[in-house]
């Protein structure tokens, strides 16, 4: 993770390339928002799930799920 990209991180959604186990910021931001409820996930503390494969961040665990159902058609 950019810690440095924090600081003074402006009030916008940030654009984040998500790694195995961390992530990289892209454009310096404040948040990014949820793929399936579009909740705002403030950065960095609050961002614990998302999806490599995907490149997309999750609110929670049910979030992820959800996503995870849909991508294999079980939903």
């Not at 999750?58 to 979030?63: H, I, M």
Request: proline share 3%.
């Amino acid at each position: 993770m950019n810690r440095v990209e924090f600081p003074g991180r402006g009030g916008g959604e940030a654009v984040i390339e998500y790694l195995d186990g961390d992530f990289q910021v892209v454009k310096s931001g404040s948040f990014v928002r949820c793929a399936i409820t579009g909740q705002t996930i403030l950065l960095p503390h609050d961002l614990k799930y998302w999806s490599v494969a995907r490149q997309e961040a999750y609110v929670d665990a049910a979030a992820s799920l959800e996503a995870e159902q849909r991508a294999h058609g079980r939903r």
